[in-house]
């Protein structure tokens, strides 16, 4: 008798259900974002808002007045109420013979001042990186920070008593060689040099300190590999230490040469005198002569309006430059 066998299918793989697509949850919106944010880090807002009330108040608030620069401005009728003019003070300025005198001397000024207080800064920073001595470097920095604080009017004093012709050592030292007295505040072709190195003298301990601060954040393995590749003192600082704080550098060209029609009004002024005003009237001091002195206020506004509206387009256009060659900028 011979057994039969059922042979029963195996069962069906169960059908592979399809994963279940997960709905991400809603993002909050911005609104809700903001204020889980601003009750988080309510402390470091706070912090804020002393400086973004200084500049509503003395830097965005202002800027609605200088509409007088398109009005005949009448203390009377106010900034608002005055009659307007349209560019009738701007046509002014450019047919008046000064322009282009106050015009040349502000931007050789600030050329010069930008190139020569551009790379010492540079130097001195990277000096003083390299040196081992704690005290000697500590000296050499107090030596030259000390000089920032001293006031801009407390500085001319200094130089003018260093250049007097009669009291000051510097025509007393020449005088040794036989070479006679020299009224250097008085020649208008020494003026930008007594400007722009007084100048350089006062600031490069403080710029100088920026630049540290970039050499401290430069990777000390760097400076390593560089040894052990062979590479000499100087070839660590051109390799390694320049490309480590040329972002740093080409922002502060780049504010400096945005800022260089708007050299500083103090100093100049304080250094100008009948004998040098060939060289020594800018835009700056020309502005106060003609609004506080003269009161043409109008004109004045007109004047620090076109004054401010070039050192915007040279912001931008050294910004441009700057980002294409380096790649590094003020908004990158």
Excluded: C
């Excluded at 300025?93 to 931007?107: A, S, Y």
């Excluded at 540290?212 to 000499?232: F, K, N, Q, T, V």
């Amino acid at each position: 008798m011979s057994a039969t066998f059922e042979v029963k299918p195996a069962p069906a793989a169960p059908a592979r259900t399809e994963a279940v697509k997960r709905t991400p949850p809603p993002r909050p919106s911005r609104r809700t974002a903001a204020g889980r944010s601003l009750r988080r880090h309510w402390q470091l807002y706070l912090l804020i808002v002393v400086p973004l009330a200084y500049f509503v108040i003395f830097k965005y608030i202002p800027i609605a007045n200088a509409v007088i620069a398109f009005k005949n401005y009448s203390p009377v009728k106010g900034p608002w109420g005055s009659d307007w003019v349209g560019f009738k003070n701007f046509e002014l300025f450019f047919q008046n013979p000064v322009f282009w005198t106050l015009v040349k001397n502000t931007f050789f000024l600030a050329a010069y001042t930008v190139l020569a207080s551009f790379p010492i800064p540079i130097i001195l920073a990277i000096a003083l990186n390299e040196i081992r001595n704690g005290r000697f470097k500590k000296t050499v920095q107090l030596v030259t920070y000390a000089p920032y604080f001293i006031s801009t009017v407390v500085v001319v004093s200094m130089t003018i008593l260093v250049l007097s012709p009669r009291l000051g050592f510097v025509n007393d030292a020449i005088g040794l060689f036989g070479v006679p007295q020299i009224d250097f505040l008085g020649r208008p072709d020494y003026f930008r040099h007594i400007y722009v190195w007084s100048d350089v003298w006062q600031t490069t301990g403080y710029s100088a300190v920026i630049y540290l601060a970039a050499l401290s954040g430069i990777d000390p393995a760097l400076h390593e590999s560089a040894r052990i590749d062979g590479a000499s003192r100087l070839q660590r600082i051109w390799n390694v230490d320049l490309p480590g704080i040329m972002p740093t550098a080409v922002i502060i060209l780049v504010l400096g040469v945005g800022n260089i029609m708007s050299i500083g009004f103090e100093k100049a002024f304080l250094l100008q005198n009948p004998l040098n005003t060939a060289q020594s009237e800018i835009i700056a001091t020309y502005v106060y002569k003609t609004g506080l002195l003269n009161a043409d206020f109008s004109m004045a506004t007109a004047i620090g309006l076109f004054n401010s509206v070039i050192n915007l387009f040279l912001l931008l256009g050294v910004n441009f430059v700057a980002k294409r060659i380096t790649g590094n900028g003020l908004w990158s």
